[in-house]
């Protein structure tokens, strides 16, 4: 069901815009007006929306997956059913799906690909835990925020969507599905870690594992076709990482890795050791391989038996001739000191001990620093932060780190940290400067309420007029800071004040002297037409669009015409000037909260006339406000006679800089 903008859902949450369409759903960006933050809603489609059954499995999985609450999954917020409108409120994370990222790289490499898999088998790991199975994990699931956080979509209400494709006869993701889903319709854990394989897959090389004319035949491929080795593809890869994403792939479930997390310290101990020697112990708990199958095949149980037998024997000679080698060792140790051996030990030991002890040193230091300020303090030790807590703080500002967990930490580690959100009292100004209220002033109602409301503060809003401070910008408080006792009173601007004026007689005044006159009186410039005139000088003002001595409100916008002289009036009533329109909206810079300042902006017709480019002024410079709108709307543009085209240009008159241009066309009058 299509959403128009700005419809409100619930009484809360206002529709900001489309942003995205699936085969179940649209999504939409949408304002929470209730707790002041941005979300997006995913809004079920008609066909889906009349199907009981459906929506039934709908609301279990939309429940079931509102009870994750992970950094690396996308939150789900509520849930609502309201007639034949269901829809989901999620969190809204900027940012760029995997399947765009792979694409503008190409492939990521080695380092990358595992850091991105560990962030998603953590939440991954949480939501198997939780009897909460995906059933759809794909590239265009997963989401890299602006600040780095991978997070994983849909989790649970993929499922229903995969089970209504099924039942549909309608394949989707049949890249990354798994051999007994595609067969059988079923899924557990292990269908999960087989999909999050073939994107690892996809992250490593670029492509897909498996690709074919038509669904059917990708389909088939899962099930039949020999398990693709990353190595082929790129073969620079590590044998450790090649070996995680062939285990990750294997056809029956059984022979995969049982738990997401499994793979995960596989992942990490590729990191360390991307040869891959902790691959013997993986053959000793079952997975056959490293390296290709046929090769393990080859070797009969007789020679292992035979090889481990020697071994043993070797093994034998050495710890009788070691034993003798010490006994002697300790005979002489008086004269020699100590082994060798014992001072590798002791070296290796110490040199451990140093880089711990180092690590630990540094940590501290991160209090008081933001997440990215301390990410690069621990660069050389490649630490991740990931916020997870939120305090108040008076000692700390908002956004810096205020603690983190105790225990040893070392290379590569993930580390999760509590931010402050700043003092819990609210300082508004400084008690002893109280007519000082600059910075309070630069604050917005809307920001201060989210403040306001997470804090649990009572207040009361009042509306006042001001030709000083932004409409909907605090004006003043009645306290300096919440601390202090009694509810809490904030004057807010309206706007402008509309205070009826008198308004003046511009005719015959020159166009500078008009402006003046409008800004005195507390009125703004609406649009200036350019007409040519016999009778008027050219640059007076020829007419107004309010009638002198009517009253109008302050801050209306005032049009006037202004003479251009004679030029472009048919000679002997026979040749005709040449004019065009424009009716445009002009952008003055960029503004926002806690941005002001002014544009000195003139508007300037450009031709080409024989050869050489003449400028005409069609507005004289005039101040603009930085962030706000120009209308640029002129109704007869008189330009050179004969020339059929023209460029409008909008000049920023103090830097020289064109804001905006517009091409014309120019034509005989009449």
């Known amino acids: 069901m299509k959403i128009e903008k700005d419809a409100l859902l619930q009484g809360r949450y206002q529709i900001e815009g489309l942003i995205g369409e699936g085969g179940m759903s649209y999504v939409y960006k949408a304002k929470d007006k209730k707790l002041g933050r941005i979300v997006a809603i995913k809004v079920l489609k008609e066909q889906y929306a009349e199907d009981k059954e459906f929506i039934s499995k709908f609301q279990e999985e939309a429940r079931s997956a509102a009870k994750l609450n992970h950094l690396n999954i996308v939150s789900t917020f509520d849930t609502v059913d309201e007639g034949n409108l269901h829809f989901i409120v999620m969190e809204l994370v900027e940012g760029v799906t995997l399947k765009n990222f792979i694409q503008r790289k190409g492939r990521l490499s080695e380092r990358e690909s595992i850091g991105i898999a560990l962030q998603l088998i953590d939440g991954i790991d949480i939501a198997h835990k939780m009897g909460v199975i995906h059933r759809d994990i794909k590239p265009q699931n997963i989401i890299i925020s602006t600040e780095g956080v991978v997070k994983i979509a849909d989790f649970g209400i993929a499922g229903v969507a995969s089970q209504e494709a099924a039942n549909t006869a309608v394949m989707g993701s049949v890249h990354y599905i798994s051999p007994e889903q595609a067969k059988r319709g079923i899924s557990d854990a292990r269908s999960d870690i087989y999909s999050f394989s073939c994107v690892?897959?996809?992250?490593?090389?670029?492509?897909?594992?498996?690709?074919?004319?038509?669904?059917?035949?990708?389909?088939?491929?899962?099930?039949?076709?020999?398990?693709?080795?990353?190595?082929?593809?790129?073969?620079?890869?590590?044998?450790?990482?090649?070996?995680?994403?062939?285990?990750?792939?294997?056809?029956?479930?059984?022979?995969?890795?049982?738990?997401?997390?499994?793979?995960?310290?596989?992942?990490?101990?590729?990191?360390?050791?991307?040869?891959?020697?902790?691959?013997?112990?993986?053959?000793?708990?079952?997975?056959?391989?490293?390296?290709?199958?046929?090769?393990?095949?080859?070797?009969?149980?007789?020679?292992?038996g035979l090889a481990i037998a020697s071994v043993i024997l070797i093994a034998g000679v050495f710890l009788f001739l070691g034993y003798k080698v010490v006994g002697v060792l300790r005979s002489v140790k008086s004269i020699s000191g100590e082994s060798e051996t014992a001072m590798k030990v002791t070296e290796e030991s110490t040199q451990v001990a140093i880089t711990i002890s180092a690590l630990d040193n540094l940590l501290p230091e991160i209090v008081g620093k933001t997440v990215s300020e301390a990410e690069d303090f621990l660069s050389n030790y490649d630490i991740h932060i990931y916020p997870e807590k939120e305090e108040y703080s008076d000692q700390y500002e908002e956004g810096q780190i205020i603690s983190y967990p105790g225990g040893k930490y070392s290379t590569h580690s993930r580390l999760y940290v509590t931010l402050s959100k700043g003092p819990k009292d609210i300082r508004f100004y400084d008690p002893s400067a109280p007519s000082d209220l600059s910075e309070l002033q630069k604050m917005s109602l809307s920001d201060l309420e989210i403040k306001l409301k997470d804090r649990k503060i009572a207040y009361t809003v009042v509306e006042e007029a001001s030709d000083t401070v932004e409409k909907g910008y605090i004006i003043r408080t009645n306290k300096a800071s919440t601390k202090e006792p009694g509810e809490l009173l904030i004057t807010v601007s309206s706007g402008q004040s509309t205070a009826p004026v008198l308004m003046p007689d511009l005719t015959n005044l020159s166009e500078e002297e008009a402006i003046s006159v409008l800004e005195e009186e507390g009125l703004t410039l609406g649009n200036i037409s350019y007409i040519p005139s016999n009778t008027v000088e050219k640059g007076y003002v020829i007419s107004q669009s309010v009638p002198t001595e009517t009253y109008v409100e302050t801050g209306q916008a005032i049009s006037f015409s202004v003479s251009s002289g004679s030029e472009g009036k048919s000679r002997n009533g026979q040749e005709k000037a040449w004019v065009s329109s424009i009716n445009q909206s002009v952008s003055i810079g960029s503004g926002g909260p806690g941005v002001s300042g002014t544009v000195l902006v003139v508007v300037y017709l450009k031709q080409d006339i024989n050869g050489e480019t003449r400028y005409t002024t069609l507005q004289s410079a005039r101040t603009y406000a930085l962030g706000s709108e120009m209308q640029l709307s002129l109704n007869r543009i008189a330009g050179a006679s004969g020339v059929s085209k023209g460029t409008i240009e909008v000049v920023d008159a103090e830097n020289d800089r064109i804001l905006a241009s517009y091409d014309l066309d120019f034509h005989p009058e009449g």
């Open 200 to 304: 690892l897959y996809e992250m490593l090389t670029g492509k897909v594992p498996y690709a074919g004319e038509d669904s059917m035949s990708v389909v088939f491929s899962h099930l039949e076709d020999p398990i693709p080795r990353v190595r082929d593809s790129v073969k620079e890869l590590s044998k450790a990482i090649d070996y995680i994403v062939w285990r990750g792939m294997q056809k029956k479930a059984s022979l995969r890795y049982q738990n997401i997390s499994d793979m995960g310290e596989d992942l990490q101990l590729a990191l360390d050791d991307p040869e891959g020697s902790f691959l013997s112990e993986r053959e000793e708990e079952g997975s056959r391989i490293f390296g290709r199958k046929e090769m393990d095949q080859g070797i009969s149980n007789l020679y292992k």
